[in-house]
């Protein structure tokens, strides 16, 4: 057991004490032996756990949530600490300077009254400390780990700020025709890689037209998959409450079911409302 005060409140501090002690001679053998590596992918389960609680609006659980991804950081920078890289501290330094200096209209004595100004000056200052000459840098600094239609979407709204964009709304929705044209005849003639290539390109049509549209491409293909589960769910019901199996079913049979759950659901939403 290692030395420690048990206290009824706790801070930064503390939380920095107890990942040195959980890592340190006595601590825990799991946590000593965790690398970069071997959590990263626990950073990103903690991230889309904030996430749920947010879309939740659930206070409690955003708190929580909230102190098990400062875990994470603090988890990372110890790790780095140890091998005599970086601090806490000198995270926390490095993220205040760059706040100070991408916010000169509050800290310094730009002027800056709307939000597109600032996000005009936000990009200058970024691309002058990222040592980004050109566009195309900005578009290629979009980290490649990012969800594909998030990343899609911001590498989108990136070569819009150089011009490179549609004219509106209704040329964004025209390409995705357009695409789907294109992905047809790939399928006609056959070839794997023609066929892949042209469903990417129609994809990111359709995150570009999201953009236009003011509409989040993650967020809805995420409401689209939880609306699928639900019809999904109802569908299933409704084929076991007649005592079949719904794998025994042609296509065009659950078809018929699958209109009575979306009927289900477009009447209890009227309900609802």
Known sequence: MVDYQLKERYNIDDLLDIMRLLRGEGGCPWDREQTHKSIKSDFIEETCEVIEAIDLEDTDLLREELGDVLLQVVFHC???????????????DEVCKKLIIRHPHVFGDITADTTDQVLKNWDAIKMETKGQETYADTLNSVAKSLPALMRAQKVGKRAMRAGMDFRCAEDA??????????????????????????????????V??????????ELALKSATEKFISRFTITENLVRDEGIDMKSLPIEQLDLYWDKAKNIIKTEDKNND
């Open 208 to 217: 570009n037209a999201a953009r236009h549209l003011g509409v989040d491409a």
């Open 78 to 92: 110890r790790i780095e600490e140890e091998a005599e890289h970086f601090r806490f501290d000198d995270v926390c």
């Open 173 to 206: 929705i025209a390409c995705i025709s357009n695409e789907k044209a294109e992905l047809d005849a790939a399928v006609a003639g056959g070839n794997k890689a023609d066929i892949e290539e042209e469903l990417g390109d129609l994809l990111f049509s359709c």
